[in-house]
């Protein structure tokens, strides 16, 4: 079904990372570099954290007008769907084993593109007290293609704010 429409078997590559969210907004935009190992902002007890999950097509193919270059094309009159593939994000917090995990958040991703090489998401949420070890497991399943998933555990440090309030 998928090579009738031109289009090619998902490849996938998943990459999340934890950090504080910067006060003021978080509009970087900017990839996930696994590699990227530099110093982050303290995440601290309370405060609002970020998680960013990153979904690379590496099956992206040449495309013009957003389809794949040789797609056959819809016939007159023909209704033309606005996704070519959509995966659901959802993203659950680790907790011991006997403990339910709770689910932080849930959105689709939606590619519209076959040209589209990554698909981004940023989840803010306040990050868990009391300080400590703290892992997230985000999950990628297609709803287009089944039997397409991904998951990734991501672990980060809580710590407390240790700065007083101003008066």
């Known amino acids: 079904m998928l090579a009738a429409d031109g289009l090619a078997y998902p490849r996938l590559r998943l990459l999340a990372t934890c950090r504080a969210a910067e006060e003021g907004g978080d509009a970087s935009g900017r990839d996930i570099d696994p590699a990227d190992d530099g110093p982050r902002l303290a995440i601290h007890a309370g405060k609002p954290a970020l ?15 957003g389809r794949p270059v040789g797609a056959p094309k819809p016939a007159a009159g023909e209704p033309q769907s606005k996704a070519l ?25 939606v590619v519209t593109s076959a040209a589209t090489a990554a698909v981004r ?37 809580v710590q407390e704010d240790d700065v007083p309030e101003l008066e």
């Open 121 to 157: 998401a940023r989840v803010r949420f306040a990050a868990p007290s009391p300080a400590g070890y703290y892992t997230l497991r985000v999950h990628v399943a297609s709803s287009t293609v089944v039997g397409v998933a991904l998951a990734q555990e991501v672990p980060f440090t």
């Open 85 to 109: 593939e959509v995966y659901w994000l959802v993203v659950e917090g680790l907790r011991p084993e006997g403990e339910r995990n709770p689910m932080v958040h849930c959105q689709a991703l």
């Open 51 to 65: 998680l960013e999950a990153e979904l690379r097509r590496e099956h992206a193919q040449d495309a013009v007008n």
